[in-house]
């Protein structure tokens, strides 16, 4: 089991930055590939980027790219998002998610394990 927990949400202008973090316990951290997924009042969950389990490599959303950065910290156990130039568009309950596939998947079913959520507000 793991458990995944999730901060840093809040209310941010169009255009300011926030950092979300994700803290996990449980089986080793550094054996699961990591992602981040989000949801939008009345939209379905949508990847939002993804890192392995060594950091080596990552995958992102194009609606993202360029504006958001993933990465981790085996030593901590806890995977980062660092969110750029945000937009009212990004406005949404951002989950962390850990999957025990080797490469990077934008697949939210071949994720095993989901965080609770935290919610991210872009005022216009």
């Known amino acids: 089991q793991v458990q995944l927990v999730e901060s840093g949400g809040g209310l941010v202008q169009a255009g300011g930055s926030l950092t979300l973090s994700c803290a996990a316990s449980?089986?080793?951290?550094?054996?699961?590939?990591m992602g981040w997924f989000r949801q939008a009042p009345g939209k379905e969950r949508e990847f939002v980027a993804a890192?392995?389990?060594?950091?080596?490599?990552?995958h992102y959303a194009d609606s993202v790219k360029g504006r958001f950065t993933i990465s981790r910290d085996n030593a901590k156990n806890t995977v980062y998002l660092q969110m750029n130039s945000l937009k009212p568009e990004d406005t949404a309950v951002y989950y962390c998610?850990?999957?025990?596939?080797?490469?990077?998947?934008?697949?939210?079913?071949?994720?095993?394990?989901w965080g609770q959520g935290t919610q991210v507000t872009v005022s216009s």
């Open positions: 998610a850990a999957s025990t596939w080797i490469e990077t998947t934008a697949q939210a079913g071949e994720y095993d394990y």
């Open positions: 449980g089986r080793t951290f550094s054996s699961f590939s």
């Open positions: 890192i392995t389990w060594s950091g080596g490599s990552t």
